[in-house]
């Protein structure tokens, strides 16, 4: 029996309350690996400003990104870039038990590693192959060896063979191939989508509420600049202010002014991050109204005022 089925199988083995089968936090980069047999829906607005590599091993998910959502089943694999709403949840009518394996992706450690591959950066990455791929039964083995040989390494350290410094290379090496391998497959997926003009291959859910709140996702993001309100979004849609709420939160866990909100501040930060734009024009030309409630609501959102965040990229 496969080492994901027993996994799986046995209901004790995980912890009552996280589900964590395995957990590794070193500088850079965090590793989590869950098996969950009820119906878990991530509650919380989540978003992060590192690149997560989501495998699963064993059972089925949906996946909301950005303003797509994606069915993930056993041997698939999502990569979300940094700073984009996410959120999974229970598949209708499909057993609840699923196996995951995630890696978290830093900018601090990783745009270095990437860069001395030849690539072009920790951004670069995330945006050109963010997205969701199923792999081939040869990749997969490949997969499942790296994360063994991961943990091998985790639990070895744990037992005192290996200095720290040595593990901790070793396990970057083993994130940068597990990340390696997902690029090339989802190069691979968009080569042929391109051929046979299918998007991600079925993978994405075009139906019924994950539809609808697609359209709602897209509609806001390109009137995220006009201080659209919730009414007017919802005479747009022929919706009930309280069914397009009830429905956008169900599938993303934002309420729709959340969203908005969250859209305004990561276009706040690419301004930030890519441009010398005054923070008092920043804020206006998004539609803050004052340079105080934008601080406020972008150190609510990121953990750090506008200042210090261009100030930690080096910029002034």
Known sequence: MAEGQQLTENKDIHNSRLELVFEKRIPGLRVTEAVRHRDFIMRSKHFHEDIEVHFILSGQRLLFVDKETYHLTAHSCAMVDHDLVHRTSIVPGAPPDHHNFIIHLDRSVFDGLFRALGLHGFDWFGSTYGGIVRFSDEDWALIMSIITAFKDACQGSLRGS????????????QAVELAGIYARARKEEVNRQNLVDSADQGMVVTTGIHKKVHEIALYLQEHMDENVTLEQVAEHFYMSKSYLTRVFRSVTGFSVIEYVTFLRVRKAQKLLRESDMPITDISSSLGFGNITYFEKV????????????RKGLGKI
């Open 162 to 173: 290996g200095d720290i410094e040595s593990v901790n290379s070793f396990l970057y090496l």
């Open 298 to 309: 972008f150190k609510q959102t990121t953990g750090s005022t506008p200042g210090r965040y």
